[in-house]
């Protein structure tokens, strides 16, 4: 295996988030603030407890959740089509890597990326409301398991954008719909019936719901399933990556 | 000499049905400089990216020092090192870091004795520390070589390491190129600068459509592509060459008004003082006269013709 190259990777990729670590965080920090002073202190005082909760701690996994898969996606989406973009990917095609070396260095960078702003944006939600984090390794895993596998999945719309415009498409379009109507400011519980059960098609659903599980011990879908959602989709995004790499799909001409 | 790069039978043909490369063979010595001259769109980028990995050979085979660059990529790509035609590199990132970077990649630790070695070796030492926008086009051009060169490749590929570079740049990568193969790396360029594979190569070898028309010693090579044109223009027209001038085998142009002459500049002599005086002798009297060099288009074009004949 060459470790150099996936270090180099994880390196370069690294300083470019550092080299902009002001906006990097700044922006993240700024719409979860914002998040917490309409929904939690404008509209949340109005609002009852869920499900033992208050509604301001309430929706900060859903907050970290929203910021950390848009995080995770657009900067691997980022990292792997800048190259494309500017012609460096040269480099990487002739270097003596194989996929799995390629994926490990961007994903591992867009993933501690996200890991770094979720923690930021933990912190930043620490200020308003008072947060007792019932299963801490838990919470840490299913945060770190999101951010692998939505970098992993930002790679792949990164090879797949042909430009700027579909590289904000998939996050815009889909991501955020997904997170909204994933439980993120609701329990699902409070849906009528018949919602309740199209949004069990919603796989953010089962990520909000174990992730809120670690912090309050409260879930809308069992923790079990919430595990296997995620495995699952890290799975199909792995798998799409190895068949890219195989077939050089929009990379090799 | 032991062969370091050998090409056999190798063709691409791309999704759109365009067939790039056409059963090319090639091989090429340690140690030695390869200039592969053709015109735009003859295949020299394509071979290079199959041999280099950015693209997949359709079918055929390739080694790089014995390894083969499809079953056995990671060998044969440690031993290249490649400095594309397209000035592609990172705006943002500093020149040492994207040299740093680039050695990493191809499996080396850090060394900033080399690195600082290669960079003033190509006079990028003072701009270590430049973002690479704020850099000249050569500049950007040596960085790229910098990359190339910075994990010690055995082969180096350069594709039109000159084109839109001044004349000084020019040199100093001719420069560059005798001092690496000095050190006994094996040089393959591609251009269609003819005087750049006469400046520097060892070897020549031609393509055009995707095939390889010949290899041959660029000695050789230089002498047949060495012809000139005189073109002398006449005060009166003539109806055909005086009979005392058959042996020059002029040719009639514009009706008469002006006569060709075809001479070879590498040959013993020329001819052109002796046709001159025996113009004047004949009481030909000239307006205007020019010469000019065969064009490196018409070379290939005659170089097509003989392949096909």
Redesign the interface.
């Known amino acids: 295996m060459?470790l150099?190259?996936v270090?180099?990777?994880y390196?370069?990729e690294m300083?470019?988030f550092f080299?902009t670590i002001f906006e990097s965080l700044l922006s993240p920090v700024i719409s979860t603030t914002l998040y917490f002073v309409v929904f939690g202190a404008a509209i949340g005082g109005r609002i009852e407890e869920v499900e033992g909760v208050s509604y301001g701690a309430f929706i900060v996994p859903g907050l970290i959740m929203l910021s950390v898969m848009t995080q995770a996606i657009s900067n691997a989406s980022f990292g792997i089509y800048?190259?494309k973009f500017?012609?460096?990917i040269?480099?990487?095609?002739?270097?003596?890597?194989?996929f799995f070396e390629i994926v490990l260095g961007y994903v591992g960078a867009a993933a501690t990326k996200s890991l770094l702003i979720g923690g930021v944006i933990l912190l930043t939600a620490g200020l308003f409301v008072d947060l007792d984090i019932r299963h801490p390794a838990m919470m840490l895993a299913f945060l770190l398991m999101t951010c692998v596998s939505f970098a992993l999945f930002g790679f792949i719309i990164g090879i797949w954008s042909e430009n700027f415009q579909q590289l904000q498409l998939v996050p815009l379009l889909v991501i955020t719909p997904l997170v909204f109507l994933g439980g993120a400011f609701y329990s699902v519980a409070m849906l009528p019936p018949g919602w309740q059960v199209v949004t069990l098609f919603n796989p953010v659903v089962y990520l909000i719901s174990g992730f809120r599980w670690s912090f309050f011990g409260v879930a809308d879908v069992a923790v079990g399933w919430s595990l296997l959602a995620i495995a699952v989709f890290f799975g199909l995004c792995l798998a799409i990556v190895w068949w890219i790499f195989r077939t050089?799909y929009r990379i090799?001409? | 000499m032991t062969a370091i790069v050998e090409v056999t039978n190798l063709s691409k043909t791309y999704k759109d049905g365009f067939t790039a490369l056409r059963g090319v063979d090639l091989t090429i010595a340690e140690g030695e400089i390869l200039a592969l001259l053709g015109p735009n769109g003859a295949g020299k980028t394509t071979l290079i990216s199959a041999l280099c990995g950015i693209t997949t050979p359709t079918s055929g085979q390739a080694r790089i020092g014995g390894h083969d660059v499809i079953a056995d990529y990671r060998a044969a790509r440690r031993l290249v090192g490649l400095v594309p035609q397209e000035v592609a590199l990172e705006p943002f990132e500093k020149v040492i870091n994207t040299v740093r970077f680039s050695r990493g990649l191809f499996g080396h630790g850090r060394d900033d004795a080399l690195i600082e070695r290669i960079l003033r070796q190509l006079s990028l030492w003072d701009k270590r520390d430049n973002r690479l926008r704020e850099l000249s086009g050569g500049m950007k051009r040596r960085v790229l070589i910098a990359k190339a060169l910075c994990h010690e490749p055995r082969v180096l590929f350069l594709d039109e390491p000159t084109a839109g570079v001044d004349v000084e740049l020019r040199r100093d990568m001719w420069d560059v190129v005798r001092g690496l193969k000095a050190q006994g790396v094996t040089i393959i360029l591609t251009t269609h600068y003819i005087e750049e594979a006469e400046a520097i190569a060892d070897r020549v070898a031609v393509i055009s459509k995707g095939e390889i028309l010949l290899v041959e010693n660029k000695a050789d090579l230089m002498r047949r592509m060495g012809r000139k044109t005189l073109r002398i223009d006449l005060a009166a027209p003539v109806a055909g060459a005086p009979e005392a001038l058959a042996h020059y085998d002029l040719e009639l142009a514009e009706d008469g008004h002006a006569l060709l002459y075809h001479y070879n500049t590498r040959g013993e002599g020329t001819g052109i003082t002796r046709l001159l005086q025996a113009l004047a002798q004949e009481g030909i009297s000239l307006r205007d006269i020019e010469t000019r060099q065969s064009s490196l288009e018409e070379i290939f074009v005659g170089l097509v013709r003989e392949g096909t004949a």
Not at chain 1, 90 to 98: D, F, I, K, R, T
């Open positions: 060459n150099h190259a270090w180099a990777i390196v370069y300083k470019r080299r800048f190259p500017i012609g460096t040269y480099e990487l095609l002739s270097a003596p890597v194989n050089g090799k001409a």
